[in-house]
């Protein structure tokens, strides 16, 4: 079920080698094990995916890529895992970040009036970003490892149910 699934949504390896601007990456973007979708290929994006997608930064799909092309795992599954962030479920994932970063930090959580300027992000990044980016890291680590564990896992599961149904003759 996860190879059909996943390589009927992912795109045609062909179009994405031609496309003009993503041939300034060179060579490295023809490496199969890029486009190759077995066991490792797949819990290995979904590893480098989902802990991109709890870093707030801008161009997470960019950073994405490039650790999928330096560990040689598939890259559009490691792309398309990082929309886990969108503007819908940001919010509430950074919020989550940020009250665990200050629950491990052992502060309480601080509350500011907003305001849309300069000198208060300044201010109120130096009093939650500590907490906001050992949280965003813990869900990181802990997001990467949970989803290469159940991509792996499902996948063996998926494949031995498969030699089963095999040897029962069906």
Known sequence: MP?????????DPGTIKNHKYLSLLGSRLHDNNL???NRHSAAGAFAVGLCCAWLPIPFQMVLAAVLAMTFRVNLPLSVVLV??????????????AYRLGSFLLDKP????HFE?????????????GPSFLLGCGVMAMVSSATGFMVMHGLWRWTVSRRWKLRRRGR
Do not use: D, E, I
């Open 3 to 11: 190879k059909k699934t996943l390589k009927r949504l992912m795109p």
């Open 35 to 37: 486009w190759h979708l």
């Open 83 to 96: 929309w886990v962030t969108n503007p819908l479920t940001m919010p509430p994932m950074f919020y989550f």
């Open 109 to 112: 959580p601080h509350y500011q």
């Open 116 to 128: 849309l300027s300069l000198t208060w992000l300044g201010s109120a990044m130096s009093n939650a």
